[in-house]
C-alpha cells in the first residue's frame, strides 16, 4: 500500500521534482547565476507569453489533443496592428488595446468556426492561420520596425520599460517591501484555500488527502512563494507583467476547475460521443476554445511588442512550440482530458529555466532546441507509457 502511494505521489507530482532537480542542476553548473534576483526577475519576464499561451493552448488540448499552430503568427499580427495604431496613427492608447483585443478575439472565431463547425481539422486550419497571419504581419508593417519606446505608458503597463514594476509603497529600500508583502499574503491565501478545499471534502464525503500531507504541501509551496518573492524584492520588485500573468492563471485555474464550463473541455476530450449524448453542445466547446485561444494571442501580443518596444514581422516565431511543449511538459495528454493551469505553468517555467540555463552556460543555441526536444519528447512517452500501465510497446 505504501509503495502505491509512494509511486502515485512520484506519478503526480514527476514535473515538479524534474523543475526542482533541472534547477539544483543550473544552480551548481552557473554557480548560482541562475538564482540570482535580476535573473529570476528576467525568468519571469522574457517567458511572460509563454504562460499566456501555455493556458489558452491547454482548453485547445484539453478537446482531444488538438492544437493551435498559428498562435505565434496571431501575437505578430495583433502587435503590429497595434504598434501602427499607436505610432503611425496616433491612435488613443486604450482604443488600440481594446482593437488589439477585438482582432485577437475574431481571429479565434474565425478558425474556432471552421474547426467546430465544419469540422476541418485544426492541424490544417491554424497551420493555414500560421502562414496567413505571417504574410499580413509583413504586409501591416511593410517590412519595416515600429518603434513604440514613445508609448511608455503602453510599455510600462505591458511590462517592457525600465520602469515596469510595481512601486515599492513602503519606501525605496535595498528591499522591495510591497513584494515581500505581496509574497507573504499569497502564501497566505493559498494555505486558507487548501485547507477549505480539503475541509469541504470531508465535510461532503468526498476522498481528501491526509490532513499532514494537505500541511506539508502548503509548507513546500510556502517556501517556494516566499522564496520567489523576496528574490524579487532584491531587484526592483514586482514586474508588471507578472500581474498580467498571475490573472490569467487564477481566472483560467478558476474556470477549469470551478465551473462546468471548464468541465465540458475535460468531456470532450475524454469521450466526445458520450459527452454529446449528455446534451452538451460539443461544437461550442470547440468554438470556444479557439476564440479564447485568440484572445490570449492578443494579450501576448502586447506583452511582447512592449518588451521588445517594437514590433517586427518576425517577431512570435515559435512561440506555438513553447506553449505546446509547456502543455505537454505540465503533464497535458496528448489525447485529450487531462490537464490542468498550474501543471501547465510548472511545464512553462521548467522550458524558461532551461533556456535561462543554457543561455548563462554559453550552450550553443542549436543545442539548445536539441535539449528543449528530447525534453519534450521525453514528457509525451512519460504519458502515453503511463497510460498504458507502464508498458512501452503498444500491442496490435
Known sequence: MNKTKGLDFIKRYTMILVLIVVTAFFAWRTGGAILLPMNVSSLISQNAYVFILATGMLLCILTGGNIDLSVGSVVCFVGAIGAVLMVNMKMNMWLAILIMFVIGTLIGAFQ?????????????????????????SNVVLQGMTVSIKDCTTFVNLFGGGADCYIPDFFGNGPINLTCVFAGVLAAVIFA????????????????????????????????????????????KGI????????????????????????????????NEKATKLSGINTNKVYFLAYMNMGFLAALAGMVTIARMTSAQPTYGQNYEM???????????????????????????????????????????????????????????????????????????
Open 112 to 136: 474556432g468556426f471552421w474547426i467546430a463547425y465544419v469540422r476541418i481539422p485544426p492541424f490544417i486550419v491554424t497551420l493555414a492561420g500560421m502562414l496567413a497571419f505571417r504574410g499580413l
Open 192 to 235: 486558507v484555500l487548501q485547507l477549505k478545499n480539503r475541509a469541504d471534502k470531508v465535510k461532503k464525503g468526498y476522498e481528501a488527502p491526509s490532513l499532514g500531507a494537505t500541511i506539508g504541501k502548503i509548507a513546500v509551496i510556502a517556501v517556494v512563494i516566499l522564496t520567489f518573492s523576496y528574490r524579487l524584492a532584491q531587484h
Open 239 to 270: 514586474p508588471s507583467v507578472l500581474i498580467w500573468v498571475l490573472i490569467v492563471i487564477m481566472v483560467y485555474g478558476y474556470i477549469t476547475s470551478n465551473t462546468t464550463v471548464g468541465r465540458y473541455f475535460y468531456a470532450v476530450g475524454g
Open 322 to 396: 513553447d506553449a505546446i511543449g509547456s502543455c505537454f511538459i505540465g503533464g497535458a495528454s496528448a489525447y485529450g482530458g487531462t490537464g490542468t493551469v498550474p501543471g501547465v505553468i510548472v511545464g512553462a517555467v521548467l522550458m524558461g529555466v532551461i533556456n535561462l540555463g543554457m543561455s548563462l552556460m554559453g550552450v550553443d543555441q542549436n543545442m539548445q532546441k536539441v535539449v528543449k526536444g528530447l525534453v519534450l519528447l521525453a514528457a509525451v512517452i512519460f504519458d502515453v507509457v503511463s497510460k498504458r500501465g507502464g508498458k512501452l510497446i503498444a500491442k496490435n
